[in-house]
């Protein structure tokens, strides 16, 4: 039973253009999600996350917009570049399960020059 | 500052063995949490450590144990490996409240194969 769900397997992009990876939850109880970032042969990197109080937060090129009531979110990042590819992989975190990140299967985006 | 390290960084293993894994924290985190990445997939979290105690465990068997050191270190310890544990194994270090907010760091993770 997935209740984290990355949809896209892949994603190609433009340089210069946005990219969006999306993400989509079951459990309700969640309520800390966050976006990583990961290289081959390395361990996931953070990169931003957002509370369930909120919908939207940004930390420069990127933002996570989340839209509780479709128990999705959505990672944009502007403008993308040849360094932003990778697999990005959606977490959340939940008041049932609070210790422990479930996440979803990953998004494999490459941005093209 | 030192992130989270991993030892080692590779491991070949035959089915029966025992592998022992190792961790140590970033810096100034006392948490240490496990997980285990199959090829294509997200990582899925084994266990927790926090106090020297095992806080939370995922769905996986007694095969699996851990241990945390009184310097927060931690390591894994998988008994009778199966070709199935075959995986990139994660660790991940956090300011150990566990409760809202918390980010968990990761390591580079250690990567097994059983033959």
């Known amino acids: 039973d997935q209740q984290v769900k990355q949809n896209s397997p892949s994603l190609s992009v433009q340089e210069g253009r946005i990219s969006i990876l999306n993400c989509d939850y079951t459990n309700s109880m969640f309520d800390y999600f966050l976006w990583y970032k990961k290289y081959p042969a390395e361990g996931p990197t953070f990169l931003i996350s957002i509370s369930s109080i909120k919908d939207k937060n940004e930390d420069g090129r990127f933002t996570v917009f989340l839209n509780k009531s479709a128990k999705h979110l959505s990672l944009h990042i502007v403008p993308s570049q040849p360094g932003d590819s990778a697999v990005y992989f959606c977490?959340?975190?939940?008041?049932?399960?609070?210790?422990?990140?479930?996440f979803g299967s990953g998004t494999r985006l490459l941005v093209r020059p | 500052d030192a992130g989270v390290t991993q030892s080692p960084t590779h491991l070949i293993k035959t089915r029966g063995q025992q592998v022992t894994l190792r961790c140590s924290p970033k810096s100034g985190h006392d948490t240490v949490s496990w997980y285990q990445q199959a090829l294509g997939q997200g990582p899925q979290f084994i266990f927790q450590?926090?106090?020297?105690?095992?806080?939370q465990r995922g769905n996986f068997p007694d095969r699996f144990s851990g241990h945390q050191f009184p310097n927060y270190s931690s390591e894994l310890n998988v008994n009778a490996l199966l070709l199935g544990d075959s995986a990139l194994y994660l660790c991940a270090s956090s300011l150990g409240s566990g409760g809202w907010g918390e980010t968990q760091y990761f390591g580079p993770g250690t990567r097994l194969l059983v033959l």
């Open positions: 977490a959340a975190k939940g008041m049932d399960s609070s210790y422990k990140l479930i």
């Open positions: 450590y926090y106090e020297e105690e095992e806080r």
